[in-house]
């Protein structure tokens, strides 16, 4: 029975491996890159499976053209019971651009919290593709 659990799993990961969608490896062109937007996470203050979801708020040059945008969860490790996670959305952006956003958690409590880096919101120049 565990064999078959164990074969069942890995053709599954397979199937799912060959079946991803590629776009997150898309090369750069002459005018646009793409952007991972990931959430810093305070994980001495918070417990990412309190967490419902969480948005991006952003915006491009000076918060124009602003967007809301749920991110993406993904495990990344367990730990002595605990499970942490990163949170994380991809972007296409034009090179040169300045990205300007702050972080919405949605917690399972109905509790809500923004973080805005202390008032002075998350600020970046793209001027090249993050992702690997």
């Not at 079946?19 to 990412?48: K, M, Q």
């Not at 993904?74 to 300007?100: A, C, N, P, Q």
């Amino acid at each position: 029975m565990k064999k078959l659990v164990i074969c069942l799993m890995s053709v599954t990961l397979l199937m799912l491996t060959l079946l991803a969608p590629t776009t997150a490896h898309a090369a750069e062109n002459n005018e646009w890159v793409l952007y991972r937007i990931s959430a810093p996470i305070n994980y001495s203050t918070v417990n990412t499976s309190d967490i419902k979801n969480m948005t991006v708020h952003f915006g491009v040059n000076g918060w124009q053209e602003i967007k809301d945008v749920q991110l993406n969860r993904s495990i990344v490790d367990y730990y002595m019971g605990r499970t942490f996670e990163s949170f994380w959305v991809d972007v296409y952006l034009k090179k040169g651009s300045t990205l300007d956003y702050c972080f919405k958690y949605d917690f399972n409590s109905d509790k809500i919290n923004w973080d805005n880096n202390s008032g002075k919101d998350y600020h970046v120049v793209v001027d090249k593709s993050n992702i690997n």
